[in-house]
C-alpha cells in the first residue's frame, strides 16, 4: 500500500465541492438567524469622544448592538502582541477599526443602523510611512512606541567582508502591502449548542481562536467550541483573529444563531494583508563571483496592529540573503507600527519581499561582473553541511543546487532562446532567474507541535481526525493518503474530520508550510500505536505470534486464520480503539540567540526561471513562459503538488505586475477586482512544474512542505526578465508599465 | 442546517413581490423585494452553491445559467429573472457526476473549491454553444472566474479533456 505514497489521488473533498454540497463558514444559516456587521472608524488615528447609537437602535430589525463596554474580558487580542481590541475603547488607530457590532435581522437594516450610529472623534496626526514612523517626532500609535520589534543579526566580520570584496553593490527596493483575496471573505457562523459557544469559521487557527475568545471575552475555554470546515481560501489571512470573537460575542450574549460575512471592499480594507516594505541592501562579491559579505536594513510596515508583524520581518531577516554562502553579514530588520492598514501573515511570510530584493542584488553583481545570472548563484548556493547567511548550520536536505542543475534541463530553460528570437515587432523579450528559500514551521522559540488522532470504526473502518485547518491545500487528502498508507487499507476505509476543538486535538495553525509534515508525522505515530494494539488482539485471538499477523486492507492474516477488523473493534478496550501521538517539529541547533521565530531548520528551495515579453510601445508586461524547479523533499500527491505550484506562482506573477494596494492616507483605493488586479487565466502562462525530491530524513515520507516556498522566487524572475529583454532594472513593484517606458527612453537617449 | 425559509427581507413585507422562476427544473416562487439580486435570492432559498466572491461581477463565483448563458446572479435583479430557467452547479449531476465535475476532480481542478461551481457553469455553456472550443478559447471564457488557488491549467486541463473526449 506505501504505492499509493506519490501517485495521484483524487482530494476527498473534491466531489463535495464540484457538486455544491459543502457548507463553507459563509453558507451556514439556520432559521432565525442574526446578520452581523460593523460600525468601523473612518478616520486613521483619532481619540472616540462619543459613541451615539441611540438612533440607530430604533431602525427596524435591528436587535441589538454591541460596543467595548458588553464585552466582560480583556476586550484584547493578537497572536503575539494583544494589542487590538475587538471593539475600540478609546482610540481608533486605522481606517477600519471596529467600534460597534450590530445584529440585525436583515441586510437593509444592518446597513442603515450602521450608517445611523454616531461617532465623534477627535482627529490624531497620523502617520502612513514606516521610516516616518520609526522617527523622534512620529505621532505615536500605541504607547510602547512605534517600533514593534527589531531584529539584528550579525555573522562573521561584515567590515572584513566588504575589505575583501572587488565589487560593492548597493540598491533600493521597496514593496506594497498585499491582498490575499481568498475567494470566500472572512466568514462565520455561531450558535449556543449543548451549553457551547460554537463557532464555525474560515480560520486557520481554531485552537488558537478558543483561547483568544477566552480571554477576549471572559469566557473559560471549556464552554467553547471552534470548528474549521473546509473553507474558501486563507494563504495566512485567516491565520488570526478574523470575525471569530464578534460571532461568539453575539451568540453568547443573545443566544441566537449569527452570521457573518464581510464585503470583499471590507475585508480589503481590514484583515490582514501581506506586509509592505523597503529595503536597503549593499553586498560585496570578489571577482569570480563568490560572496564576500551582504548587510541590509528591512524595513516592514506592520500598519497598525502587530498581528504577525516582528515574526515576519524576522524571516525576511533569516532569508535576507537567499540560499547561498555568505561568510560576513548584518542585517537589520524592522517592524513599525503605522495608521495604515494591518500586515499579517501571508503564504511566503517576509520571505517574498526580501527574495526580490536580494535577488535583484545577485542580478546587479553578475552584470557589474558580466558573468552569467545561473552561475553566480550556482557558485554561491548552499550545500548541505554549509552555515547560512545568519549562520547557523543546515544539517538536512538542501536540495537549492539540485534545482539549479534541474532548471536547465527544463523545456523552457532549452527553448527560451529560441522562444526570445521569436518576438515580433515592437515587443521585446527576454529571460529570468531566482532562487529561493523558505524554513518549514514556525521556528525557535514558538511551541510548534502536532498531536494526531486516529480512531477503529465499528465496521473496521478507520477515521482520521485532521487536526490542521484544510483552506484548500489539500492537506486532509495528504493525511487520508498518508494514513491509507500506513494503514495498509485502501483510501475507501478511511474517513476523515477537519478540525473541531472538541473532537480533534490541537496540532497548531495551517500556516507555515508545516500542516502535511508535522500532521503526517504526528499520524504515522499515532498510527503505529493503533496498528500495534490492532496486531496484540489479533494474535490473541487467533493464537498466534504477533509477528506473524499482518494488517492486509480490513483484516488482519496470520498462518492461523483471519479476523475482520469489525472484529478486532469488539475485542478491543474502547480506549484502545483511539490511538494519539504528539511530536514537535525539529528546530536548529545553532543561532537559538537570535529571537522568536527564526531560524529554522527544515528547508525547501526553489530555482524560478522566467520568459516576458516586453511591450516597448505601452510598457506592458506579459510573462510568456514559466517554469518552477522547487525541492519540496518527497511529493506525495502530484495533482496537489501541482497545483500548490501553479497557484503560488501566478499570486507571485501577479506580485510582480498587478498587485499592490494603493492606499491614500490609510485608505485603501482598489478595495474590489475592479481595481485591485488579480491574474485571470489568460495571464497565467503554461507553467513547467518540476520537483526535485530531496529524501527529507525527518519528514513523513521524506516530505518537507510545499506550501509557500513558490511564491518567494516569481517577482524577482519576471524583473530579471524585463531587464534581459528591455534593460531596465525595475526596484518598486509592482512593475510599472509608465517606468519602464520612461526608463526605456531615458537609456535610447544615452548615446 | 441551511433548509432554509425565514427571510433575511425586511419584516414588514413593504413592497415585497413574487417571483415565479424554474431552477434546475423546479418551478419556484420567490417572495422578493423589488431591490434583491438574484445570487441573494437562491442563496436565501437554500441554493448555496452559488458563492458570493465580490458582489461587483468581477470574480465570477456567483455564475449561474440563465436560459442557458452565463450570468452574474451578483448583478442581475431577481425580478428580471421572472419566468426564466435557472441552473446552479446542481443541475450538473441530476443523474450522476456531469464529465465536467468528474474532469475537474480528476484534474486537481478543485482546491478551496469556491470558484468552482461558477467555472464548471461557465464551462457548461461554453461547451453547450460550441462542440469543439480550443484551449484559448477556453481560457477566454474562463477569464472572468476569479481562481486564487491554482493557476488556472487544472481547470483548462480538465475542460480540454472533456472537449477531446467529444
Known sequence: ??????????????????????????????????????KRSVHPHAIIKRVDTQEASKVDGVVRIFTYKDISGTNRYGVVHKDQQVLAEEKVRYIGDAICLVAATNREALKEAIDKIKVEYEVLPAVFDPVEAMKENAPKIHKSGNILQHTTVSYGDVEKGFKESDIIIEGSYSVPFIDHTPMETEAGFAKMQDGKITVWAGTQTPFRDRKEISKALGIPEEKIRVIAPFFGGGFGRKDGITVQ???????????????????????????????????????????????????????????????????????????????????????????????????????????????????????????????????????????????????????????????????????????????????????????????????????????????????????????????????????????????????????????????DTDRTLDSGPSAASRTTYIYGKAL?????????????????????????????????????????????????????????????????????????????????????????????????????????????????????????????????????????????????LNNNFTTYIVPTAVDVPQIEVIAVESAEPTGPFGLKGTGEINVDAPPAAVVSAIENAVGVRVSSLPVSPEEIIKSIEVEDAIP | MVERTGAIIKAQGVGIMKVKITVNGEKKVFEIEPSEKLADTLRRYGYTEVKIGCRSGNCGSCTVLLNGKPIRSCLKFTAQAEGAYIETVKALNKDGLHPLQKAFIEAGAVQCGFCTPGMLLTAKALLDAKEKPTKDEVKEALKGNLCRCTGYKQQIDAIMKVVNGR
Open chain 1, 1 to 38: 500500500m506505501k504505492a499509493i505514497i506519490g501517485k495521484p489521488l483524487n482530494r476527498v473533498d473534491g466531489e463535495i465541492k464540484v457538486t455544491g454540497r459543502h457548507l463553507y463558514p459563509s453558507d451556514m444559516w439556520e432559521d432565525g438567524t442574526l446578520l452581523l456587521g460593523l
Open chain 1, 245 to 499: 470573537i464578534y460571532l461568539a460575542l453575539a451568540a453568547y450574549i443573545l443566544k441566537r444563531p449569527v452570521k457573518i460575512y464581510y464585503s470583499r471592499e471590507e475585508s480589503i480594507q481590514t484583515s490582514y494583508h501581506r506586509h509592505a516594505a523597503v529595503m536597503y541592501y549593499k553586498t560585496g562579491a570578489k571577482r569570480d563571483g563568490m560572496l564576500t559579505a551582504v548587510q541590509a536594513r528591512l524595513i516592514f510596515d506592520t500598519g497598525a496592529y502587530a498581528s504577525f508583524g516582528g515574526e515576519v520581518m524576522s524571516l525576511g531577516v533569516e532569508h535576507f540573503a537567499g540560499p547561498y554562502r555568505v561568510p560576513n553579514s548584518r542585517v537589520d530588520g524592522y517592524a513599525v507600527y503605522t495608521n495604515n492598514i494591518i500586515g499579517g501573515a501571508m503564504r511566503g511570510f517576509g520571505v517574498p519581499q526580501v527574495t526580490f530584493a536580494f535577488e535583484s542584488q545577485m542580478d546587479k553583481i553578475a552584470k557589474a561582473l558580466n558573468m552569467d545570472r545561473w552561475e553566480i548563484r550556482y557558485k554561491n548556493a548552499l550545500e548541505h553541511g554549509d552555515k547560512t547567511a545568519i549562520g547557523h548550520t543546515l544539517i538536512y536536505s538542501t536540495g537549492v543546487k539540485r534545482t539549479l542543475k534541474k532548471v536547465r534541463e527544463s523545456n523552457l530553460w532549452k527553448g527560451k532562446d529560441k522562444l526570445i528570437a521569436e518576438s515580433t515587432p515592437f515587443k521585446r523579450r527576454g529571460w529570468g532567474i531566482a532562487c529561493s528559500y523558505q524554513g518549514g514551521g514556525l521556528g525557535v522559540g514558538i511551541p510548534d507541535f502536532a498531536e494526531a488522532k486516529v480512531e477503529l470504526l465499528p465496521s473496521g473502518r478507520y477515521r482520521v481526525y485532521g487536526g490542521i485547518s484544510d483552506m484548500g491545500q489539500g492537506n486532509t487528502t495528504g493525511y487520508v493518503q498518508i494514513a491509507s498508507a500506513a494503514l495498509n487499507a485502501p483510501v475507501e476505509m478511511i474517513e476523515y474530520t477537519t478540525p
Open chain 1, 524 to 668: 504515522l505515530g499515532a498510527i503505529e500505536l493503533l496498528k500495534d494494539e490492532i496486531l496484540q488482539v489479533a494474535a490473541e485471538k487467533l493464537s498466534c505470534p504477533k509477528n506473524s499477523c499482518k494488517l492486509i486492507d480490513d483484516r488482519v492474516e496470520s498462518d492461523k486464520g483471519t479476523i475482520h477488523l469489525s472484529e478486532i473493534y469488539k475485542l478491543l478496550p474502547e480506549k484502545k480503539r483511539v490511538s494519539t501521538f504528539y511530536v514537535d517539529m525539529p528546530i536548529s541547533k545553532d543561532r537559538r540567540d537570535i529571537g522568536s521565530g527564526l531560524p529554522h531548520i527544515v528547508y525547501a528551495y526553489a530555482t524560478h526561471l522566467a520568459v516576458v515579453e516586453v511591450d516597448i510601445l505601452t510598457g506592458k508586461v506579459r510573462v510568456i513562459g514559466y517554469c518552477s524547479v522547487s525541492d519540496v523533499g518527497k511529493v506525495i500527491n502530484p495533482p496537489v503538488f501541482e497545483g500548490q505550484v501553479e497557484g503560488a506562482v501566478a499570486q507571485g506573477i501577479g506580485a510582480a505586475l498587478t498587485e499592490g494596494i494603493k492606499l491614500k492616507d490609510g485608505l485603501a
